[in-house]
């Protein structure tokens, strides 16, 4: 098997996405610093793999973890290793760490937060609308990124104050740029800023989901404190950077097909085809870290290793044709039936899916209601991805407003 080595600096995502395809459906890859493992590529295995009880989140099941061959300082240990909370076990323990975060994100109760987010829309729209006329704009950092920042500080009781620290360090946490030496304190420090916002929550509760968590823990949940500090980190990370990468794209994928833009601008489709239709052929996360098999198992005609490491490759597996068709590669907000899987599928799927969709429901819409001439401003091809091999997020997305 041909091993794939995925580029530090995703450069040509499809490129990569299209060669994990060819090499699939189970692609032997390498990860940044070295480490081998392999990948998912091919969606029926992926929806297979991901409900099989064989493939678990236990690091120690990893035989490069016991032989002692994954550094602490390695640039992914945060995703690979990131604590005790519901990404990193399975079963009773799962469901049990998960049941408090999926009860307040079911589609009922993030309906709730409709109007808040719409308020936080507004206040966004005006101040791109009270720049100067002609500026360029970088609709990801005046846009896309706080929108979903203050509505997942704000579920969770986070102080916008942090804010600045949280996006210092979350692009350290995330990128495999991040220089070796400065990886084992970036862990610590993120450690130090969730454990003093649960501290404050723990003695100063409000109406927010860190303030359920700890009143959970003390009437006999049993979650402990490494426990909650962690989900809160898990919540805030993965609840603002899915969204600020999906609104994103589907600006990009809107501006690149003036045809299909023309027709939901009109009404003619509804939004949450556009939504879904990005979420399937520019998913916001190109790769997720990481399961373990407890003993060989089949995929295809190829063998997943017992003991070995399994990314699961949604950039590759979104364009399946033997999913979606002779047309997988296009984009097309009349797709239908679009059943993707871009937020996971099984027990560990996002439970922030819901408050995503809403976010972008609410998001995009009013963008292109109060700026219909909005345009990129550079050509889409200057366009540049970060060095995240787990999110699909570019750089910047300059615009002109019009």
Not at 117 to 136: F, H, M, Q, V, Y
Not at 191 to 204: E, H, M, P, Q
Not at 249 to 268: D, F, M
Request: net charge negative; charged share 25%; with cysteine.
């Amino acid at each position: 098997m041909t091993r794939i080595a995925l580029d530090p600096l995703v450069a040509d995502l499809d490129a990569e996405s299209a060669a994990l395809r060819a090499a699939g459906p189970l692609a032997e890859v390498e990860l940044p610093g070295g480490v081998h493992c392999y990948a998912v590529t091919h969606h029926a295995e992926a929806r297979q793999l991901l409900t099989d009880s064989r493939v678990v989140k236990d690091i120690n099941v990893w035989n490069a973890w016991q032989r002692g061959e994954i550094p602490m300082d390695w640039p992914l240990i945060g995703l690979a290793n990131p604590g005790r909370s519901m990404l990193t076990v399975d079963g009773a323990e799962h469901r049990r760490l998960r049941s408090l975060v999926a009860q307040a994100l079911t589609v009922k109760r993030v309906e709730r937060l409709r109007a808040g987010i719409e308020a936080l829309t507004n206040a966004s729209l005006d101040r791109l609308a009270a720049l100067p006329k002609g500026e360029t704009v970088d609709l990801k950092a005046e846009f896309a990124y706080p929108l979903p920042m203050n509505v997942i500080s704000e579920l969770m009781g986070v102080d916008a104050a942090d804010h600045p620290r949280l996006k210092e360090l979350f692009e350290k946490f995330f990128s495999t740029q991040t220089p070796p030496e400065e990886v084992p304190q970036m862990m610590a420090d993120l450690g130090t800023l969730f454990t003093k916002i649960v501290d404050y929550k723990r003695a100063n509760p409000g109406d927010d989901l860190t303030s359920a968590l700890i009143a959970a823990s003390e009437e006999g949940d049993h979650l402990t404190n490494e426990e909650i500090v962690n989900t809160l980190q898990l919540i805030i990370a993965a609840g603002h950077e899915t969204t600020i990468s999906l609104v994103v794209n589907v600006v990009e994928a809107l501006q690149t097909h003036p045809e299909q833009r023309k027709r939901v601008l009109s009404g003619e489709v509804p939004w949450e085809n556009v939504i879904e239709e990005t979420l399937r052929w520019n998913t916001p996360t190109s790769h997720v870290l990481i399961r373990f098999a407890t003993e060989d198992i089949e995929v295809g005609d190829k063998v997943l290793p017992k003991g070995e490491a399994l990314i699961v490759s949604f950039g590759a597996l979104g364009r399946d044709e033997k999913q979606y068709g002779e047309t997988a590669g296009e984009f097309d907000v009349t797709r239908s039936p679009n059943r993707h899987i871009a937020f996971g599928h099984g027990p560990h799927v996002c439970p922030g899916a819901a408050l995503s969709r809403l976010e972008a429901g609410v998001a995009l819409p009013a963008l292109y209601e109060r700026f219909p001439d909005l345009d990129l401003a550079v050509p889409a091809s200057e366009l540049r991805n970060k060095p995240i091999v787990t999110q699909n997020d570019l750089y910047e997305l300059p615009v002109d407003l019009g």
